[in-house]
């Protein structure tokens, strides 16, 4: 069979023909059974599968883009939650211990977290450091003022006087803030003058007055 484009013709065996008006090669067994057809497939089936791959990763793409944003949301929500979580578990530990302690004043020391920690004289001036928990069982903030009476501290010569003002670790205020409904821990210095005597004879709590300023 000629491979000229100007004329239809038909191999000798009937099997395949060339079609001039339709511009093709013809078979009785199909196109399957000429070669340049399967190749022609076979390279349109690959072209598509390139197009395929690009459309789903162009899904998977959008919708990452999409999921990303609910999972931040989700994140922000289970923190809020853990945050809500915490807080109120702390007002609970703070109220059973108001209940425990079947507290009636506003401001109330907690002896059990409360101790003396040390004492040094400086000069003209005595230091005792202590410990103080307190807690506040009313609906408001409290400020307040403490004070140390050592009694048997003026007998023993250490103190001249036995009413000490308290204040915080660096000596810049005797006013202290503690919110409603809580407890707090404050590191406290007692200051009193010396009267010559180096020497404490125990390692107790000294009796504390809290005085409330509002």
């Known amino acids: 069979m000629s491979l000229s484009r100007e004329e239809s013709e038909e191999c000798f065996c009937g099997t395949l023909t060339k079609d001039y008006d339709w511009g093709r090669f ?8 000429i ?3 399967r190749i022609k497939q076979k390279v349109n089936t690959i072209s598509t599968v390139p197009l395929l791959s690009t459309n789903m990763e162009s899904v998977i793409k959008k919708n990452n883009k999409k999921s990303l944003p609910m999972i931040l949301v989700s994140l922000l929500i289970i923190i809020a ?23 009636i004043n506003d401001l109330k020391i907690i002896n059990d977290l409360s101790y003396f920690s040390d004492f040094k004289v400086n000069g003209e001036k005595v230091y ?31 103190l001249k006087s036995d009413d000490l003002k308290g204040y915080n670790e660096d000596l810049s205020s005797d006013i202290f803030t503690i919110v ?3 407890y707090k821990t404050f590191s406290i210095v007692f200051v009193g003058e010396f009267a010559g005597a180096y020497e404490k004879h125990d390692r107790n709590l000294p009796e504390i007055l809290i005085t409330t300023i509002k």
């Open 26 to 33: 013809g078979s009785r067994l199909g196109d399957n059974s």
């Open 35 to 37: 070669e340049i057809y």
């Open 81 to 103: 939650i853990s945050a809500v979580f915490i807080y109120f578990k702390n007002d609970y530990n703070d109220l059973k211990i108001i209940n425990d302690l079947k507290i």
């Open 128 to 158: 005792i450091y202590c410990k103080i928990t307190i807690i506040n069982s009313s609906l408001i903030d409290k400020t307040f003022r403490l004070n140390a009476i050592l009694k048997d501290h003026v007998k023993i010569g250490l």
């Open 180 to 182: 409603k409904k809580k």
